[in-house]
């Protein structure tokens, strides 16, 4: 059974940091990427990594936040710098096989962990 164990939430001050971490179990995936969902929102593409390197990002994120993966682990990071208030959101890890599209078509979600950025 596919599972993708998130890590890493909390509560943070706007500017600070927090990582989160997404490890799949036993099998590795062509994308591994972050989405968010805000109360009242919609949830949104934050960002994904490729196995072979290349990473995208939400507009809204690109130069505060860092995705990063390990791949003899089955691991992808989520390095969020300069916390806004409006990051506030439960980000779940994602992950799929498919290679159609970088912001749809994730097949395994994770569980999801709440970060909250405070003003």
């Known amino acids: 059974q596919v599972q993708l164990v998130e890590s890493g939430g909390g509560l943070v001050q706007a500017g600070g940091s927090l990582r989160l971490s997404c490890a799949a179990s036993?099998?590795?995936?062509?994308?591994m990427g972050w989405f968010r969902q805000a109360p009242g929102k919609e949830r949104e593409f934050v960002g994904t990594?490729?196995?072979?390197?290349?990473?995208y990002y939400a507009d809204s994120v690109k130069g505060r936040f860092t995705i990063s993966r390990d791949n003899a682990k089955n691991t992808v990071y989520l390095q969020m710098n300069s916390l806004k208030p409006e990051d506030t959101a439960v980000y779940y890890c994602?992950?799929?096989?498919?290679?159609?599209?970088?912001?749809?078509?994730?097949?395994?979600w994770g569980q999801g962990t709440q970060v909250t950025v405070s003003s």
């Open positions: 990594s490729y196995s072979g390197g290349s990473t």
């Open positions: 994602a992950a799929k096989f498919g290679v159609v599209g970088v912001q749809r078509g994730y097949d395994y």
């Open positions: 036993g099998l590795t995936f062509n994308y």
